[in-house]
């Protein structure tokens, strides 16, 4: 797979090796513009690729360019147009946001103290306060408030929303999709599955650090239906099935949409089909 010079950000052969885990030939694109949703269930290799990606590991094999240039060989100036945002990012948890804010800018030549004021106060967040203060999402947003002040136009995002209550949540949810408008690129990194059905325009679904689909998240979404049946599935379906989960009178089986022809059948949400894939992996 050749690097692809119109993509913002290219991946190409990614591999890391661990002693009970692989990264394996790992490659896709991100278009500019989009919401990028990356899925799988914990341990899969969403944050080894996205640490391989941004050298906070060294990986075994592959490149990664941006906009066309290798990454290794400008990689600083590129830093600088990528914001980094992770739900396990730690901050100096008694010094105030202020002084957090003055070393961080120091290593950014492009840095906004507009852009950082504007959205400081979007964000209701007060210099004043430290980290210990703020709760889970509002240290999020301080995240985001600090790469958007350095010029970022490609977001990666891990597990940003996890562990939020759902009003939180839909905040950061509506600061994605404002920053789409805005022609930003995201990469957004989650198991939350239903926040990815309200902004992402594509899907990256991972599963034993092989990349299993790479596609728009409505034809990932129209490939799939759900089955549902009363007592054991009948072998019939279990011929056609890609994963059973058992309900309280029975049991979901996920099919292709060719397989579901004939089948009382309905649409699988994006967590359904994750799930049932992953339960089919471990029958198979």
Known sequence: MANNPDALLSVRNLSKNYPAF?????SFDLREGMITGFIGRNGAGKTTTINSILSFIRPDGGEVFYRGQPFAETEQKIRERIGFVSAGMTYYTRRPLKAITGVTKSFYPAWDDRAYEKTMRAFGLAEEKTPAELSNGMKIKYAMAL???????LFILDEPTSGLDPVSREELVEIFLRLKDEGKTILFSTHITSDLEKCADRILFIQQGNLKADEPLDDFRRRFRIVETAGSVPRELQEK??????????????VSAEDSEGLASREATLEEIMIHLEKGAEEA
């Not at 099935?241 to 996920?254: A, H, K, M, P, V």
């Open 147 to 153: 790469a958007l002040s350095h010029g970022a136009e």
């Open 241 to 254: 099935s890609r994963g059973s989960c058992r309900i309280r009178d029975g049991y979901t089986t996920l």
């Open 22 to 26: 692989q990264l394996k030939d790992f």
